[in-house]
DNA sequence: CATGAATGAGTCTTCATTCAT
DNA sequence: AATGAATGAAGACTCATTCAT
């Protein structure tokens, strides 16, 4: 008997419920077996459900991907954005906050990191990415790029630019992701945390308070 | 008529020539489509080649791919080890070189980034990528951290740990390869060179010279 | 028009009907073209279904062979079960209907002949055959031997042993049918038949009806 | 360095040696892999010769296969021949002189079986035996009705005919064959060799010697 | 005579997509 | 909405054959 049969899932759903089933299932498979390997048999058997859905809940495979990577792109984007739009936090309070996000366990961790890099992986992938993603990396760069602007501007620094310090953060936070990918076993999430509010001691030592929440310091 | 025999390639070329051929059309196509699109037919349409040449010179797509990586792994490692193995630089001057390597045009151009994101895109190759490179990541590394060191002691820094500005170092590597190959209107290699030293200026103040070299400021 | 909407067989069969569809192709293609000459293009335009199709109902090519063998396997056990399982029957009566079984024209024609051969031809085969048929053949055998043990008390012969009369009739099964396969013109399945019955007249004498059938005259 | 320059085979040799141990190779291979898996790259480097050489002594694959069977035709004709053509010796002796040439050690191993029943597994080559041995079996095969109708005639046996015990014999031979092929540990040589003279010693009871030798005994 | 690199047609197999039910 | 059998294009790989050396 078929497994969606047998699970609480009913045979007629509401259309997010299924497409919110298929997109979890094509992380999972992503994750496994990359792009290439990620075949519409596999994800509908991981989600329990037919073959033909994909085709009706998404055009084809390419949107389902494109749909996949736009919810991982959202969920990334909404837990920085919960605290940056608030107006009662201080601009080094927000920078923190976004690096926090970058290693938020929801977000850092080898299954979601495994889908990022498969997008990076390739050139059409790479497009599609693009596509979805620039604006919210430019954004966020961005903010950024803003914070550091009010960070270096409150503690008088010299020599140091807030453009520069956001790129290089940027450049970290992408880097660290590989390197917990590729070598888990030597970069954790909790030590890369702990080097990017090590930079920005160093960029801006007058801001004492960088050291890592107890939390990230598993 | 075969290509080849209206080109300067002779009929029967020594096999190391024969390898290289492939290995060359394989990192253009790799760069070009992605492993998943890297089928032998375009690599041997690339190379002018015929199709059943790749099963003779390699036993198969797989070890052609592993060869590939081979050889960039050792073209990036030989960049490298040329000033490290020195005995007559400084440490400063070594960590500096590694840092050219880097961002040296022949390595760091999109065409090879391409081919190094393309391994780190799914499990497989990921583990192929481990299994041929880890030991020159960590080898780097190590140099890396043992340059930190002797820089550490030599300036008296305090409040700094070689091995995490090395870690650190190795994320930035990455991750501003990765913004390069994403965004290259918004990244380039010269700035990330840039961005790399402002990092080790922050880090070791007291080491003047961190300033880009005019070959790398473009 | 793909072949099948001209005809009668329906977009979509029950499972079963398609596997036995493209196990007749098979059996066909191999009588034809032997082993090496059935490639799955081949047996798929007999069955007059599309290529990917036994990708879809047997694994790969491997087990569509394994099956195929293992239903004529089945269709010729079933012919002698038929009448040994009988307890009516006397043994001579059982021998001969073992006999009938093997010159049976549902089993002993060229077509059939021809795949049984295909299967005894290479070191790969031979070893699938024996998965499959061993015990089959140990079982003909040994009930074989079973009713000549019978034969024997009842006649009183001496000087005969069951076990070496058992094992001359497997060979002259085989032969006779390699016979048949190879010379057509030579051997006939009805004179295979009276061979066989014949030799029974030799070592059985006493047990007179040994003559053919006159079915199996032809 | 080239297997066959390391070992006693000149560079340069003569076309029939050349010949004679592509042929042995070819045996080699068949018994080991089939028709289908002999490929000239595995005969050559079974023969330690370059692949190239095929093509230079034979036409081509089949002409290789051709010739291959050819040899095993005449070494086995030659064995049953050189007791039939004498003259001195007693019908019923040259009978048993042909039964040995069939289970000699020589003819009747398992390699080289093997290559019979590669021959008979699918059409073309079971055409390409018919044009090679047909010939031979048809003159075996009247020979031995001719001795049988000589044994007849000595015995004065009634209700038997020659043509018939000497198809029977033809069948017997090739079946028993195939059983020692397929199940070495239920059906040896020497077995077989007895079955058949049991036959005979069925068929022609006053021709009282048709006890095996003591050589096939085993 | 001999070599073995090179060629390319032909196989099996995978998989996105379609569509009758 | 949902199913999954059916299709066929495309890919990796094999191997007989050729031919320059």
Known sequence: MPRHLTENSPRTAPPEARRRQLIDATVTVISRHGIPGTTLTAVTREAGLSLGLVNFHFRNKDTLL??????????????????????????AEKLRAIIEAQFHPRICNRKKLAVWFAFFGDTTHR????????????????????????VIQEGGYHG???????????????????????????????????????????????????????????
Chains 1, 2, 3, 4 share one sequence.
């Open 160 to 218: 140091i630019c807030a453009e520069d310090v956001a790129a290089t953060l940027e450049g970290l936070f992408d880097g660290l992701w590989l390197n917990i990918l590729m070598y888990p076993d030597r970069f954790t999430r909790g030590a890369a945390h702990r080097r990017v509010l090590s930079y920005l001691a160093l960029a801006f030592p007058r801001h004492g308070a960088w050291s890592a929440p107890a939390e990230a310091a598993q």
């Open 127 to 150: 497009k599609s990415y693009r596509d979805i993603s620039a604006g919210i990396d430019v954004e966020r760069q961005e903010i950024c790029a803003e914070l550091c602007r009010a």
């Open 66 to 91: 494109a749909e996949t990577l736009k919810f991982l792109a959202q969920e990334h984007r909404a837990l920085w954005m919960r605290k940056t739009a608030r107006t009662d936090l201080a601009p």
